[in-house]
T-cell receptor
Framework: QQQVKQSPQSLIVQKGGISIINCAYE??????FPWYQQFPGKGPALLIA?????SEKKEGRFTISFNKSAKQFSLHIMDSQPGDSATYFC??????????FGTGTRLTVIP | EAGVTQSPTHLIKTRGQQATLRCSPI?????VYWYQQALGLGLQFLLW???????NRGNFPPRFSGRQFPNYSSELNVNALELEDSALYLC??????????????FGPGTRLTVL
């Protein structure tokens, strides 16, 4: 059973456009929601993370929007660049250092 | 500063054999995590070790086991290999002192292929 559902599976965006990836969860015990970026041949790297006491967190071109009542959170990449082309994973944790990952979104940014 | 390292990069085994995967955490990190990344399934949590002890285990059969050594490096053993064990196995490490907010840093993974 997938604890965190992620969509879309793949995404193609023009350079300069906005990339949006969505995740949903059911377990209300989750209290930490990181996003990871993975390039081919590399392990995932933490991109940005949020806790449920805030509705939005922004770091440069990357923004997490969090809707606690809907149990959904999303990653927005503004002014998407070809270098952003990677697989993105959302994740959730309930305090036992046990991260539950989404199935990943392969983002391709076309020049 | 060196990141998380894993060896070997690739491992090819046949059904029924045993596989041993190794991980060295970032210097100063005491927690080590193992994940399985199978195609289309994202990352599945396998094991968490901290200070030499197994702290948490994911929903995997007992033939997946491991240990953490006094220098905090770790080993993942997979016994009686099955075809569906073919996957990328990722190791991550963290400081281990703040459960729930401890950033996990990942290694490049070991690609295990079971024939």
């Amino acid at each position: 059973q997938q604890q965190v559902k992620q969509s879309p599976q793949s995404l193609i965006v023009q350079k300069g456009g906005i990339s949006i990836i969505n995740c949903a969860y059911e377990n209300t015990a989750f209290d930490y929601f990181p996003w990871y970026q993975q390039f081919p041949g590399k392990g995932p790297a933490l991109l940005i993370a949020i806790r449920p006491d805030v509705s939005e967190k922004k770091e440069g071109r990357f923004t997490i929007s969090f809707n606690k009542s809907a149990k959904q959170f999303s990653l927005h990449i503004m002014d998407s660049q070809p270098g952003d082309s990677a697989t993105y994973f959302c994740a959730a944790e309930a305090g036992a250092n046990n991260l539950f990952f989404g199935t990943g979104t392969r983002l391709t940014v076309i020049p | 500063e060196a990141g998380v390292t894993q060896s070997p990069t690739h491992l090819i085994k046949t059904r029924g054999q045993q596989a041993t995967l190794r991980c060295s955490p970032i210097s100063g990190h005491t927690s080590v995590y193992w994940y399985q990344q199978a195609l289309g399934l994202g990352l599945q949590f396998l094991l968490w070790y901290d200070e030499g002890e197994e702290r948490n285990r994911g929903n995997f059969p007992p033939r997946f086991s491991g240990r953490q050594f006094p220098n905090y490096s770790s080993e993942l053993n997979v016994n009686a290999l099955e075809l569906e064990d073919s996957a990328l196995y990722l190791c991550a490490s963290s400081l281990g002192d703040r459960p729930g907010t401890d950033t996990q840093y990942f290694g490049p993974g070991t690609r295990l292929t079971v024939l």
